[in-house]
Structure formats: structure tokens, C-alpha cells
């Protein structure tokens, strides 16, 4: 077809007209002008949408939940009274109950694929994901696997657990070949509590891909008379995510969770160091008193970390 060839266009022309493709290009060029006004217009709205982020979403920090937390009730139970608080993150456990009309059924790699389906598209309904999960990780390599693969198919970027030290170089394995991170946990100081000291987990990090590092548990870290301010600065490099918790009394393994601020834990300043290290990531409200004003009490949690956070950005 030749340069002067001609194009028939339905237009508002009588349908044996036709235009020239120079005039085709006119009617382009000035379609493509309308659309960057247009796109102009919705990147000037996107740009609307990013400064009116929340502080927590400037600082990169993600409000989770520990379904230990809400352990009087079922996965689905806890889901809703948690999506109710405006929490849209969630980190279930190994050991709890999935539905209080399915005994016996937990919230782990157990499951058969059709609870599975069941277990996201009940958090899919809600506008929940499950970025942790608080894994049974105990050094088995084909146990260990199976826990990888369901933490993969649940969405999940993050393995809580307290592994035995021998177990690391497996994992940091698994870790890499499902792109999944391995947090370690601390329980306060007792005689099965191998990873209550920083140093401890230090350890088992060292010479470990950064996929391996700690879910630093402050609440644990008073009970064990330690400073949760000096603690994350010997974690710095090394935090992979964390447990916010609050406990009224300093160095007792018992001492009952309180709101966050209101406790021996400093919270303000824990939350001023986790910003000065330039954290960002998943940080779960665990808060482990069970009481009628459960839900209250979790509330104040998340908007005591939505005042500090409003502080620092």
C-alpha cells in the first residue's frame, strides 16, 4: 500500500467519505494531548493519595496481630473481632484452634488443602493476609519442608520460631530456596528458654544469610530484667520482625501484659530506636493478658504506636 493510499474512518462524515492519514495523525495527536491531561490528572491524584499516607505507612511500619492474643477463640472468630479493630495483618500459631465447629483442627501446616482454601478465603473475605506465622520448626529437614510449603501457599514472608542452634544451616536453606525469612524468638529467661538473651540469638545468626535474624519480643525481654532499648541495639542489623508487648513489672517471668506505654518497657523509646535504626516491616500486637477488655486494651496498643509513629515521621 502506497504512502498516499486513503483510510475508511466511521466519523461524523457521510460513510463514503474518507480522511487522509494526515489527518489521521491531526485526530491522534490531539487524542494523545487529551490523554496526558488526563494522565496528568491521575498522577497529580496519586501523588494526592501518598501525602495523605498514614505515619505508620510513611515509616514502613506494619500492624499485625498475634492470635495468641485472641487464643479463647477460634482462627475465624479472632479474624473478625481483629479486622473490627481496623488490623488488617495477622500472625497465626501452630497450636491454635482453626473453628470452634471443627475440633481439632489448628492453624498449621496440618491442614488438608481444602481447610487451606478454606482458612485464606475466610482472611481473603475480611481483607486480612497472614505475613508470620509462629512455626514448630525443630531441626526435622522433611517437617521443616512442610512448613515452608504451607507458609508459601498462605502468603506468608516471615517463619517465627524457636529452633534448636544445629537446625540453622538446613534452614537458612530452606530459606533461600522458598524466599522466606526464619525470625527467632525470645521467651523470658527460664530453663526452655535457650534464646532469651540477644546474645543468644546472635549466635545462631552469625555467619547466616540475612533471611535469618530475630523477632525481637520486648514484653519477654523485662520479664528476663533486661532494657528493651539496649537489647534492639545489640539486635540492630538482625531484626526481622517483632512482638509489641508491654508488661507492668521489671525482671518477673509472670508480670502481665499492659498497654503499650503504660509498663517497664519504655515504649516510646523502643519505638524512637526501632525509627533510628530504620526498621520497616511486620510488628504483631501480642498482647497475652485475656481479660473482658481484651479488645480494648488491644486498640489502645495500636493507637499508642499510631501517636508515637505521628512523632517521628
Not at 479486622?83 to 495483618?89: P, V
Not at 481439632?104 to 485464606?120: F, N, P
Amino acid at each position: 500500500m502506497s504512502c498516499n493510499s486513503r483510510v475508511s474512518v466511521r466519523n461524523d462524515r457521510a460513510p463514503s467519505e474518507s480522511i487522509s492519514r494526515r489527518e489521521i495523525l491531526k485526530y491522534s495527536l490531539a487524542a494523545g494531548a487529551t490523554a496526558l491531561l488526563a494522565n496528568g490528572r491521575l498522577v497529580s491524584a496519586a501523588l494526592a493519595a501518598a501525602q495523605e499516607q498514614s505515619p505508620l505507612e510513611k515509616l514502613g511500619w506494619k500492624i499485625a496481630c498475634q492470635l495468641y492474643t485472641f487464643r479463647r477463640f477460634s482462627f475465624y472468630e479472632a479474624i473478625e473481632k481483629i479486622a473490627a479493630l481496623g488490623i488488617r495483618l495477622v500472625e497465626p500459631a501452630f497450636f491454635l484452634r482453626l473453628d470452634a465447629n471443627q475440633p481439632g483442627l489448628v492453624t498449621s501446616e496440618k491442614l488438608s488443602a481444602e481447610k487451606r482454601q478454606e482458612m485464606k478465603s475466610r482472611m481473603a473475605a475480611l481483607g486480612i493476609s497472614m505475613p508470620n506465622f509462629y512455626a514448630d520448626l525443630r531441626g526435622e529437614a522433611e517437617g521443616a519442608r512442610q512448613v515452608f510449603a504451607f507458609a508459601r501457599e498462605m502468603g506468608v514472608e516471615t517463619l517465627v520460631s524457636e529452633p534448636p542452634p544445629e537446625a540453622f544451616a538446613m534452614l537458612d536453606e530452606l530459606c533461600q530456596e522458598f524466599s522466606i525469612n526464619l525470625a527467632v524468638h525470645n521467651h523470658p529467661k527460664g530453663p526452655n528458654s535457650r534464646y532469651w538473651h540477644p546474645e543468644n540469638v546472635l549466635a545462631v545468626c552469625k555467619g547466616r544469610s540475612s533471611r535469618i535474624g530475630a523477632c525481637c519480643d520486648t514484653g519477654h525481654w523485662v520479664r528476663s530484667g533486661l532494657d528493651p532499648v539496649e537489647c534492639l541495639k545489640m539486635m540492630e542489623g538482625r531484626i526481622i520482625t517483632f512482638h509489641l508487648k508491654d508488661v507492668a513489672e521489671w525482671g518477673k517471668p509472670e508480670a502481665r501484659d499492659v498497654p503499650l506505654g503504660t509498663g517497664k518497657a519504655n515504649y516510646e523509646a523502643v519505638l524512637k530506636e526501632l525509627h533510628r535504626q530504620g526498621f520497616r516491616g511486620v510488628m504483631s500486637i501480642e498482647y497475652e493478658h485475656d481479660s473482658p477488655e481484651l479488645e480494648k486494651d488491644v486498640a489502645a496498643c495500636l493507637a499508642f504506636v499510631q501517636k508515637v509513629a505521628a512523632t517521628l515521621v
